[in-house]
Nanobody, 127 residues
């Protein structure tokens, strides 16, 4: 199982950025994928998840209305489109995969529900 997060970088506050999570080594539509982030000095927190099987999507309250998660089943990739970025969005972003059904309202933020993690990609928002 392999997940590769990419797309991080330096962006000005208010700007957009899109992260990608390329996956391989498992049945994509039998797994749900989540995005997490860890800001400097803080614990890792859930950002969003998507279930291709169930068609469900959840977001943390802090990113609702600004972030959009999508998946491309053709190339087994999950994207996180981030708009109106704020300085508090600065963090290392990770993607993770869990066997369906992990992307559920009261489960998607539970980190040990995910079986595999990718390395992080750093997003820095300058004000």
């Amino acid at each position: 199982v392999h997940l590769q997060a990419s797309g991080g970088g330096l962006v000005q506050a208010g700007g957009p950025l899109t992260l990608s999570c390329a996956t391989s080594g498992f049945t994509f539509d039998a797994h749900d994928v989540g995005w997490f982030r860890q800001a400097p000095g803080k614990e890792r927190e859930a950002v969003s998840c998507i279930s291709s099987s169930a068609g469900t999507i959840y977001y943390a309250d802090s990113v609702k209305g600004r972030f959009t998660i999508t998946s491309d089943n053709a190339d087994n990739t999950v994207y996180l489109r981030m708009n109106d970025l704020k300085s508090e969005d600065t963090a290392v972003y990770f993607c993770a995969a869990g066997a369906f059904p992990t992307c559920r309202k009261y489960l998607f933020a539970v980190q040990h529900a995910y079986d595999a993690w990718g390395q992080g990609t750093l997003v820095t928002v300058s004000s």
